[in-house]
């Protein structure tokens, strides 16, 4: 579920791109300096538009540098380090984790299974340092896979641990497994999309300050996004293998799949646009208006390069 928050680097400056990129690298070796050089190999583009966020709305100092790495021994890149870069570091291993243990568990990975152990230690100190963030992904991330093994086998009020949150509301309380919501809860094709969206709401909410419930506000609508878009690209691959997939599931057809995908961005622009940022705002405008969309618009162009398909970009 993650690798939607890119930037549309196409329609961005060289210097744009340089400073994305400086960001890039820069978190690159706060994982490895500060957590885990294990722990790069789980460096995203998520967590990059998360330390450029932060930094904007907080506009911390910034410490510019060259480095070398494995990759790039010949010469150096551009970083950025901030206290951003640094939390967003501490998030990419949490998150690294649990998706490891995620597809141990759906695809009995040996390889990602061995990698979450060899996270383990690392993990756990994160989760001591951000008891919040850790808490709400793992409690999210089991309510998940209860929606979803509920929707598959087909007995959405069998869940006996489903919460059904409201949408809007990324910081209400998760409601009890015996409730009517909670029954609900399966049977709702945003349901999964609202629980990495609430986990992804607390994920952005880096401090317990003024911010918090624009940020928080803001991570939960991105993450529903994320949730469902990744949902439209797999419809045809779900349908085939039987994995859950709401849109399948729900017997939503691809045209109002999108048109839902389409109002949930909308949603999340909205959101991003009550942060009042202006450091590095073309970039974080660019991943939020066009980025989200790469895939997705690389995907249509592909089907009709293949079979003439009409879907608008």
Not at 9 to 27: T, V
Not at 135 to 159: C, F, K, N
Not at 167 to 190: C, I, N, Q, S, Y
Request: hydrophobic share 45%; glycine share 6%; aromatic share 10%.
């Amino acid at each position: 579920m993650f690798g939607y928050v890119t930037p549309h680097l196409d329609q961005l400056e060289e210097l744009d791109r340089q400073r994305y990129q400086a960001f890039y690298c820069g978190l690159c070796h706060a994982i490895g300096d500060e957590q885990s050089q294990l722990a790069r190999f789980g460096l995203t583009y998520d967590m990059t538009f998360l330390a450029m966020l932060l930094g904007s709305l907080y506009e911390d100092g910034e410490v510019d540098g060259e480095k070398r790495c494995l990759p790039h021994m010949m010469h150096a890149r551009a970083t950025v380090q901030t206290p951003a870069v640094a939390y967003a570091a501490a998030m990419t291993v949490a998150l690294i984790y649990h998706k490891c243990l995620d597809e141990w568990k759906d695809e009995r990975a040996l390889g990602k299974r061995a990698y979450a152990v060899a996270l383990s230690r690392r993990y756990r100190a994160v989760r001591a340092a951000y008891p919040r963030q850790c808490e709400a992904l793992e409690q999210a991330l089991s309510r998940i896979d209860d929606i979803e093994r509920a929707a598959v086998a087909g007995t959405a009020g069998a869940a006996d641990t489903l919460a059904a949150p409201d949408a809007g509301d990324a910081g209400a309380p998760a409601a009890g497994a015996d409730t009517p919501a909670a029954v609900d809860a399966a049977a709702a094709p945003d349901a999964a999309a609202t629980e990495f969206g609430r986990a992804l709401g607390e994920i952005f909410a880096w401090k317990d300050d003024f911010w918090v419930d624009e940020l928080r506000a803001f991570g939960m609508k991105l993450g529903r996004l994320v949730y469902m878009m990744d949902a439209l690209l797999d419809m045809d691959k779900d349908t085939a293998s039987g994995n859950y997939n709401p849109f399948v599931v729900h017997e939503i057809s691809e045209q109002d799949a999108y048109e839902d995908v389409v109002m949930l961005a909308s949603e999340a622009a909205f959101a991003f646009e009550k942060l009042p940022l202006e450091r590095d705002v073309h970039i974080l405008q660019s991943v939020v208006y066009a980025g989200v969309w790469h895939d997705y618009n690389a995907q249509v162009i592909k089907a009709k390069e293949q079979h003439g398909d009409e879907r608008s970009l």
